[in-house]
């Protein structure tokens, strides 16, 4: 079990930084032909990622919900990203093209995935009493003593929100 870390922290990221949704949705329970081997693709493309960071990925997170899986996912840059995602020597291309072929519209599986590129100050990361997660795992865990109390405080949009 994940030792806890009593009190409150948050991530330090001084470095823009992607954050990557990425997710399976099964529309046709039965039709474990279509979406088993799709949810399985992801195995091999995580364990080539953990094994060689110098690809850009920075950590994850998995998560499951009633009608799928889906993980999150912390980049170095969107190149990063990108290069991983359309070189045919690493192992997304392959399984994007076998569920094209596989799957196409046929409806049973979906997938889905967001893409957001966050600069430093643009975003806003709270944990309290829980173990490293997330993006504080992916990059920085620090404790969020003498830190801005809100999120309202915490973000420096270049925006403002009403």
Same mark, same amino acid.
Request: proline share 7%.
């Given at each position: 079990?994940?030792?806890?870390?009593?009190?409150?922290?948050?991530?330090?990221?001084?470095?823009?930084?992607?954050?990557?949704?990425?997710?399976?949705?099964?529309?046709?329970?039965?039709?474990?032909?279509?979406?088993?081997?799709?949810?399985?693709?992801? @195995?091999?493309?995580? #364990?080539?990622?953990?094994?060689?960071?110098?690809? !850009?990925?920075? %950590?994850?997170?998995?998560?499951? $919900?009633?009608?799928?899986?889906?993980?999150?996912?912390?980049?170095?840059?969107?190149?990063?990203?990108e290069r991983f995602a359309r070189n045919p020597a690493e192992?997304?291309? @392959?399984?994007?093209? #076998?569920?094209?072929?596989?799957?196409?519209?046929? !409806?049973?599986? %979906?997938?889905?995935?967001?893409? $957001?590129?966050?600069?430093?100050?643009?975003?806003?990361?709270?944990?309290?009493?829980?173990?490293?997660f997330g993006l504080a795992a992916a990059t920085q865990h620090?404790?969020?003593?003498?830190?801005?109390?809100?999120?309202?405080?915490?973000?420096?949009?270049?925006?403002?929100?009403?």
């Amino acid at each position: 079990m994940a030792q806890i870390m009593p009190g409150r922290y948050t991530a330090q990221v001084d470095e823009p930084f992607v954050v990557f949704l990425i997710g399976i949705r099964i529309n046709q329970f039965l039709a474990f032909s279509k979406w088993l081997p799709t949810a399985q693709a992801m @195995a091999p493309m995580l #364990r080539t990622l953990y094994q060689h960071p110098e690809k !850009g990925f920075l %950590g994850g997170e998995n998560f499951i $919900y009633w009608r799928g899986a889906g993980l999150i996912q912390y980049w170095r840059s969107f190149e990063d990203l990108e290069r991983f995602a359309r070189n045919p020597a690493e192992p997304h291309l @392959a399984a994007w093209q #076998r569920f094209h072929r596989a799957i196409g519209n046929d !409806g049973s599986v %979906g997938i889905w995935h967001e893409t $957001y590129l966050i600069k430093p100050g643009n975003y806003e990361a709270f944990y309290g009493n829980m173990p490293i997660f997330g993006l504080a795992a992916a990059t920085q865990h620090v404790p969020a003593k003498g830190r801005r109390e809100t999120a309202r405080q915490q973000l420096k949009p270049e925006t403002p929100y009403a």
